[in-house]
């Protein structure tokens, strides 16, 4: 069997790439080792009745590009309901509500922290927006020095202040940038929390752009598929189909042959002669099935970020004092900015943090379709755990970590452990080897300077392209990195597009 074009993932990015690469007419296979699509973008049938996410559950970036509406998902069932709020902080001594209106967000700030805050706030966005919009263009597009130096020249147009200034702005720990502007320990927190999305602490060198990036919330809202995240997986794969590509599930791939005559070797004994290998499954696993050890080496995976609790209840948590529309936002249970340098601190120490940052989703309080009438699903997302622990393996305990996690929500929300009707835990071990990311790094690879744009996953690994003929990758690996965006699959498949056409055309000339 012979192929254009064999993707080897069916997350969410490489049926992106499948996608694009099948609307302009090439022969594409994506095979997938799991019976079920979408890698962490997906939804399962958790409990009877009850379908549960098993990676994330709000996407952002996505929603800041053309993807859905390029490839007419709309068409396959995929509906978004808005994120609005998209954060409540539902502190005891008053409650911050983020929404996309920036006076309303300055409202609840003045009314919780203050006008000076409010006003503060007001000046973050205006001046982070230009940084934020940059971000997502250059995301969206293939890591070139020309295109990185378009960036900078784009936001050096929309900026006041020299270059020197912008660099250093760029430069400096969220925590820095928040605690200069900010007096309220709760609007510092939130902040510093956000900022902590992508992995490093908010007091990390180069993190406060993504404390910034709070700004794109008053652009479009965040948005949850009906029926789950992996409705947008599911829409991507008919879309494939439609398109006359192909999809197999439950067959690994076992090795790439790269060179001339590239190839996939399936676990089900099947060799897949093809054009071109598009790898949307993470670079270490990548490097070792194209059989380069030394470059599985030298990703720097990191050890772990985060985990989480998967809870069945009979009634949402109910936060003293909290805005009436708290449960259709992400909920930051953050107390303050020595909270989140205390739970690193002990991610450091190789042990997992008794009183962790938490973010909390209630998804049932607005898609009924998930669960029964009288059932919701709680998502709890707590951070920082680290992949191995200095005291033996998460099996041993995963239980006793999961009881303190529940404990620190019903601090926020007394009586919330007595909704609980049964659980379902995602310690980093779990997402390690239930999706595929190694090292329990939902982001694949560190998400620091080192790491980013074309350093992303590696020197030579980058720009989608690899040192193996008719190798190519793509995914929260490669440039941008992590989150729900498709950008990487998007512009992956231009590259690959590029090349077979320049060969072809090379070929007849």
Request: charged letters at 20%; aromatic letters at 6%.
């Amino acid at each position: 069997m012979n192929r254009d074009v064999v993707v080897i993932g069916a997350g969410h990015n490489g049926l992106v790439a499948a996608c694009y690469l099948a609307r302009a007419g090439f022969n594409v296979e994506v095979i997938e080792r799991d019976s079920v699509i979408g890698g962490a973008v997906s939804t399962v049938e958790r409990w009877p009745g009850v379908r549960v996410d098993r990676g994330s559950s709000i996407h952002v970036m996505v929603r800041h590009t053309t993807i859905v509406e390029d490839l007419g998902l709309e068409e396959f069932g995929l509906v978004y309901d808005d994120v609005e709020p998209w954060a409540v902080l539902p502190h005891p001594s008053g409650s911050l509500r983020f929404v996309e209106d920036l006076d309303a967000t300055c409202a609840s700030i003045e009314a919780a922290c203050g006008t000076g805050d409010a006003d503060a706030y007001r000046e973050f966005v205006h001046e982070w927006t230009p940084a934020t919009t940059t971000f997502l263009a250059a995301g969206s597009r293939v890591p070139t020095g020309r295109s990185l130096g378009g960036a900078v020249l784009s936001l050096r147009r929309q900026s006041a202040g020299s270059s020197g200034r912008l660099a250093q702005r760029a430069l400096q720990p969220a925590e820095s940038e928040i605690a200069s502007r900010f007096a309220d320990e709760r609007l510092r927190a939130a902040l510093g929390w956000w900022a902590a999305q992508a992995g490093p602490p908010p007091h990390a060198v180069g993190t406060a752009p993504i404390a910034g990036t709070a700004a794109m919330f008053h652009l479009r809202r965040a948005g949850r598929p009906r029926g789950g995240s992996g409705r947008l997986s599911d829409a991507l794969a008919a879309r494939l189909v439609a398109d006359g590509g192909t999809l197999r599930t439950a067959d690994a791939a076992t090795a790439i042959v790269t060179g001339a005559k590239p190839a996939v070797l399936t676990a089900s004994g099947e060799r897949i002669g093809c054009r071109a290998v598009l790898a949307a499954c993470h670079a270490v696993e990548t490097a070792r099935l194209a059989g380069d050890a030394r470059a599985a080496e030298q990703v720097r995976v990191g050890h772990g970020l985060g985990m989480a609790i998967r809870l069945l209840t009979d009634a949402l948590p109910e936060y003293p004092g909290a805005p009436s529309d708290t449960h259709s936002s992400m909920q930051f249970l953050v107390d303050s900015p020595d909270q989140l340098r205390r739970a690193y601190g002990a991610f450091l120490l190789g042990t997992a943090p008794t009183d962790p940052p938490m973010i909390v989703m209630t998804p049932t309080a607005t898609d009924p379709t998930l669960a029964p009438p009288d059932r919701h699903v709680v998502t709890v997302w707590a951070q920082w755990h680290p992949r191995h622990l200095d005291d033996g393996s998460w099996d041993d305990h995963r239980e006793r970590v999961a009881d303190g996690v529940i404990s620190c929500v019903d601090r926020w929300a007394p009586g919330f452990a007595h909704s609980i009707v049964d659980r379902f835990i995602q310690t980093p071990l779990d997402l390690e080897r239930d999706l595929g990311l190694t090292g329990g790094n939902v982001m694949h690879v560190e998400t620091e300077l080192d790491s980013l744009f074309s350093l992303r996953p590696l020197v030579g690994w980058s720009r989608y392209r690899t040192p193996h003929r008719g190798l190519y990758v793509c995914g929260a690996s490669t440039h941008p990195g992590g989150g729900v965006w498709g950008a990487s699959g998007r512009s992956a498949a231009s590259v690959v597009r590029r090349d077979l056409t320049s060969r072809w055309r090379r070929a007849i000339g």
